[in-house]
């Protein structure tokens, strides 16, 4: 068991590889913290060179409606009139700080992606 720091996409590699030779290792054995070890690295690596950024606000309400069924008369009770649900979706109106807390509640969207600039 050689683990070491990944510094390059080569390292990258042969840590994925070795990882899912031992990926369904018993807990608690060598081959176990190896894996656990080799994710750890492979996560902080992933994070530095390939971020995820987080979603528009406006899609991110779109897609959690979809999931949940929802149409846009749904949200009447969050931004107040139904014209101002659809000026909301086509981007015409800005979120406001009091429909953010209310879609956050609804629709269980976190607030860091609610205040983002679209």
Request: hydrophobic letters at 40%.
């Amino acid at each position: 068991m050689e683990i070491k720091a990944i510094k390059t996409e080569q390292d990258y590699n042969q840590a994925l590889e070795r990882l899912n030779a031992i990926f369904h290792a018993e807990i608690d054995t060598p081959e176990g913290d190896e894996a656990e070890v080799l994710s750890i690295l492979i996560e902080k690596y992933e994070d530095e060179h390939y971020p995820i950024g987080m979603p528009d606000p406006i899609e991110a309400i779109k897609f959690r409606m979809e999931q949940m069924g929802m149409n846009q008369k749904d949200l009447v009770d969050v931004f107040g009139f139904t014209s101002r649900v659809s000026e909301i979706l086509n981007r015409k109106r800005k979120l406001n700080l009091n429909m953010i807390r209310k879609l956050n509640v609804k629709l269980q969207i976190p607030t860091e992606v609610l205040v983002q600039e679209y």
